[in-house]
């Protein structure tokens, strides 16, 4: 065969592979996503890239978190995957999974190296949504690390702010506020309005959540 020839068939052979790749790469966030560990593990021997991205942005470890498949998190963590990075919306594993309260995701995104100092589309950090939606449990895990108690969102709420505001004063919530203030949640740091979470607190008639903040120094 010809040196040009030669050529002309390399090049042939690098197109024709090019979309079995990006399939590939493809593959392995849908497959994430639907849960599919054992596929997971089979694209990830046969090269499949672990921070490719569908059209969303999105990795294959996000998309396994939006599922809550903790064991395929866990497989692409032990394979190198970002547990910070961010899709077109800014969230990543370790934002969205606290979020949704999918607590053992938190934990494993933590023991992976979860960017504490991260924010949301809002400007929030992960304790600031799982205060927000009533996560206990999640809140609790958030608490015992060196995340910012008092971080200021976009909207001007901290996490103590966003409980009080967005929760409905029960006892999931009355709880998370129990767990802030324990941790040192500044209860003076009003809105942008002025409105203390007290003052929030009292207009919503969360009266034991109000206690609460009073028994800690607040007005």
């Not at 921070?51 to 497989?75: F, K, P």
């Not at 200021?152 to 999931?172: F, H, Q, R």
Request: charged share 20%.
């Amino acid at each position: 065969m010809s040196l040009h020839r030669r050529s002309l068939f390399a090049v042939a052979l690098a197109l024709a592979a090019f979309p079995v790749v990006a399939q590939s790469r493809a593959l392995l966030v849908e497959s994430a996503g639907r849960g599919e560990l054992a596929e997971v593990v089979r694209l990830l021997r046969a090269g499949a890239g672990i921070e490719q991205r569908d059209t969303r942005g999105r990795t294959a470890i996000l998309a396994a978190t939006d599922g809550n498949h903790l064991d395929v998190v866990r497989e692409l963590i032990a394979h190198g995957a970002d547990v910070n990075a961010p899709d077109s919306q800014r969230d990543s594993a370790f934002l969205l999974a606290g979020a949704r309260g999918y607590m053992e995701i938190v934990r494993a995104t933590l023991a992976a190296g979860a960017d504490l100092k991260s924010t949301n589309r809002y400007g929030g950090t992960a304790l600031i949504p799982a205060c927000h939606y009533g996560h206990v449990d999640t809140v609790r895990l958030l608490l015992g690390t060196r995340i910012d108690v008092n971080h200021v969102n976009n909207l001007g709420w901290t996490a103590l702010l966003e409980a009080v505001i967005l929760g409905n004063g029960g006892p999931a919530h009355t709880e998370i506020v129990r767990l802030l203030v324990a941790r040192n949640a500044d209860v003076s740091l009003a809105d942008r309005e002025g409105i203390t979470p007290l003052g929030h607190a009292r207009r919503r008639g969360q009266r034991e959540i109000a206690e609460i903040l009073i028994r800690a120094g607040a007005r």
